[in-house]
Nanobody, 121 residues
Framework: QVQLVESGGGLVQPGGSLRLSCAAS????????MGWYRQAPGKQRELVAT???????NYAESVKGRFAISRDNAKNTVYLQMLSLKPEDTAVYYC???????????????WGQGTQVTVSS
């Protein structure tokens, strides 16, 4: 059993910052790609940022220059540093990881439970 647990969401004023964390635990042998997605009310879930096991990153155009994704492989944790937040960043943020559980020879996608980020004055 593998679990992804997110933390760090909350209410912040426009222009503020937040840092999200997502830790994988349980029967984890290795983790390939990790990422953050978000879903605003009435909209589809969209990619925010991804990071490979080697540290290569990819960002949605809407967050480039404001958000930074990073990971600590020793802690099986991915982070999302969000700066200069805007009201349109308001959404539930989900982490995703491609995990190889112990004893298996394939990677499987896992999702966190989501954490609410609200940007409002």
């Amino acid at each position: 059993q593998v679990q992804l647990v997110e933390s760090g969401g909350g209410l912040v004023q426009p222009g503020g910052s937040l840092r999200l964390s997502c830790a994988a635990s349980g029967s984890v042998f290795s983790i390939n790609n990790m990422g953050w997605y978000r879903q605003a009310p009435g909209k589809q879930r969209e990619l925010v940022a991804t990071i490979t096991s080697g540290g290569s990153t990819n960002y949605a155009e809407s967050v480039k220059g404001r958000f930074a994704i990073s990971r600590d492989n020793a802690k099986n944790t991915v982070y999302l540093q969000m700066l200069s937040l805007k009201p349109e960043d308001t959404a539930v943020y989900y982490c995703n990881a491609e995990v190889r559980p112990r004893g298996l020879n394939a990677d499987f996608p896992y999702w966190g439970q989501g954490t609410q980020v609200t940007v409002s004055s």
